[in-house]
């Protein structure tokens, strides 16, 4: 560059023209430092691990914490415990509920019992005995109002009591014809229908009592306790953030005019701040849609300024502890 070999004009008229060189000079120098050597664009980001936020399942009070921040754990270890005591409560009651609605199913299922259809029976031959009472009685009165020996309003109320024999008798003839034909396949219908229902119940109840117990869902470190014994967390509220132990993986903003070159699966050099060596990589995502900025909205000179979110995973063995958080620089060798 012929920048180097510029000659300054040390007098009062070429004051400005050296000021001009110079602030051209350093907007050379600031533009090749969004490069390495060989004018290859950087995408900036950080180095990243996925990240899961463990929250509450209920309002329950936190009776115990079993670990604290930067320690390790594995897969199923127990984290946190709220109270279950009011869950436990509710578990009875649904278990009960559950057992009245089995005996029940077993009951439309069985039919009704002997005894059922003795005492059906019994019942219709009573009331057959009160008819014939009733219709003896009002006979009886009948021949005495013919003699005026008795009254009609005397009849009448004699003849209701027939009527009302008669409607007993009925009521107990379709009673024991119902249990002489069995349940019907209505009745044993709903009754596992009320069965189902009440096992769903049950279920849903034992699965909020275990979630009164935290467990770790998969290997990693505990990056935050966010709730501490005592606490009553509302639901869904995040208690825990667990840092899955994973290879970490670089999430950078890719420049439009690299986005057409880049495919999943291109080598990529990951430069780490505090690190002197790359580190190799291999794009594994990136973004369709720009960041930041509608796409349909830029000019043609504008479109340069867009950006697009990629994911890089490291490749290579000797990671070491690498610390995440940390910015990247990442450059795809080829691609300019």
């Known amino acids: 560059m012929r920048w180097w070999n510029i000659r300054l004009d040390y007098s009062t008229k ?11 000079i350093a907007i050379v120098l600031l533009l090749a430092g969004c490069g390495d050597d060989n004018g290859a664009i950087a995408s900036l980001g950080t180095l990243e691990v996925d990240r899961i936020s463990l929250v509450a399942d209920s309002a329950e009070p936190i009776v115990e ?7 390790s754990v594995q897969a199923g270890d127990m984290l946190l415990r709220q109270d279950p005591a009011r869950i436990n409560a509710t578990l009875k009651k649904a ?17 009704p019992r002997a ?16 008819v014939k ?14 003699q005026n020996y008795a009254s009609q309003n005397t009849v009448d109320i004699l003849a209701g009591r027939y009527d009302a024999a ?6 107990a003839d379709s009673r024991l014809a119902e249990l002489l034909e069995g349940t019907r396949s209505e009745e044993i219908d709903a009754a596992r229908s009320s069965l189902a229902m009440a096992q769903a119940q049950v279920e849903d109840i034992r699965i909020s009592l275990e979630r009164t117990t935290l467990i770790a869902p998969v290997r990693g470190k505990v990056e ?8 009553r967390p509302q639901p869904g509220a995040v208690v825990m953030v667990l840092a899955r132990d994973q290879r970490p993986y670089a999430r950078v903003h890719v420049p439009e005019p690299l986005r057409t070159q880049l495919v999943p699966g291109a080598d990529a050099e990951i430069h ?7 580190f190799p990589g291999r794009l594994r995502w990136i973004a369709h849609d720009a960041s930041f900025t509608p796409f349909f909205a830029l000019t043609q000179r504008d479109r340069s300024h867009l950006s697009y979110l990629a994911e890089i995973e490291l490749t290579g063995n000797d990671l070491g502890n690498l610390a995440t958080g940390v910015p990247v620089q990442v450059y795809f060798p080829g691609v300019k």
Do not use: C, P, W
Not at 133 to 146: D, G, I, M, N, P
Not at 224 to 231: F, L, Q, S, T, W
Not at 272 to 278: C, F, L, P, T, V
């Open 14 to 24: 070429g004051r400005y023209r050296n000021m001009f060189r110079l602030v051209v």
């Open 65 to 71: 914490v079993l670990v604290t921040e930067g320690d």
């Open 95 to 111: 278990e009960a509920d559950l057992a009245v609605a089995r005996a029940k199913l077993q009951q439309a299922e069985t039919g």
């Open 115 to 130: 005894q059922d259809i003795a005492a059906a029976r019994a019942q219709v031959a009573a009331a057959e005995s009160d």
């Open 133 to 146: 009472t009733a219709r003896l009685e009002l006979e009886r009165e009948k021949s005495l109002v013919t």
């Open 166 to 171: 008669r409607a007993r008798k009925q009521e």
């Open 224 to 231: 935050a306790v966010i709730h501490e014994v005592g606490e």
């Open 272 to 278: 780490i701040d505090g690190y002197d060596k790359a």
